[in-house]
């Protein structure tokens, strides 16, 4: 019995003891978890790389200088240092503006409230006066599933939405490099997004002319693609307003989804208080015939495009003939992006005034800033 008992104790120990040369069982896990964070790392390397279209090299210098933080090491890249910053405030002093995109970072600070008709004006008053009579809206997708040259068409995005400085920006495709962007800089903003992960939309309120009072996200049950509706209740001048935004179902096989979605936009759009002026705006990715199918839209929401006459010239805004970015070898144009109108019921306090489309220039990299056009759209307030 002993002897058995010794045996199987020199076989215990012999399985415990490593022979000579092997790694003892500590060193075997640390290589194991060396290996699994050099992976790790690598893969962050990979994915900074292809969001800022950069290099493996500069990706591992931004990450290890920022404990391989994926969120820091982006706002450090998108950040400009500090001599630029330096330069940018010695330009804005002097009242000059730094070109759109002449270094990092260099056309995304929002924060100085400035528009092409009141560049220069210091006083706040000024600002707000002319404010009251109108606000503006821009709605775009700037195609953040586009990795190409991504850092210079955020910064192009940026660039005019710091140019037209309008109250209320509904963007489409934005991805958490965008979001992380736009809460670093766009200070003057409250920034509401529709979802964290992959692409989501995102409505941006000016401060200074927007109260947010509360927002919900309305899901898309059967949607494929992450789709939901985004919804916030505001104040703008004393109006009660309830402005939405959505990326509906892309597509044409997808017609039948997007149809559904577009339902529960105009639903909720006419569920809203009646005491509260409704817009919607976004990327709808609808042909004209899903309306029609729809049985057009109801007598109380309104096309903004088709209230302000059908101007041909802020028509299509998705059109590859003249926007090369997805180097499309057919050509097609279509008027994707769309903004739905529904009046409060007493009427007459905010009404559509013009529309035009925005984002058409070529950025330095030779690009546009997204495939899409952007609109921007101003409104009366009758006060």
Partial sequence: METGAEERREEDGAARCPRAGEPLPEEEDEDEEALHLAKRRKLLCSEFAAITSSDAAVARSFLAGNDWHMERALNAYFEPPLEEKAEEEAAAAAGGV???CAGPGSCIDLTADATTSNAGVNSADSRQEEDDSSFSLITWNIDGLDLGNLKERARGICSYLALYSPDVVFLQEVIPPHLSLLQMKAGSYTIIPGNIDGYFTVIMLKKSRVKLLKHEIIPFPTTSMMRNLLVVHVSISGNELC?????????????????KQLQIVLNKMQKESESATVIFGGDTNLRDSEVTKLGNLPNNITDVWEFLGKPQHCRYTWDTHSNTNLGAEYKCKMRFDRIYFRPAADGGHIIPRSMDLIGLEKLDCGRFPSDHWGLLCNFDVIL
């Fill in 243 to 259: 402005l939405m935004t959505s990326h509906l179902e892309s597509t044409k096989n997808h017609s039948k989804e997007r149809v």
């Fill in 98 to 100: 730094p070109p759109a």
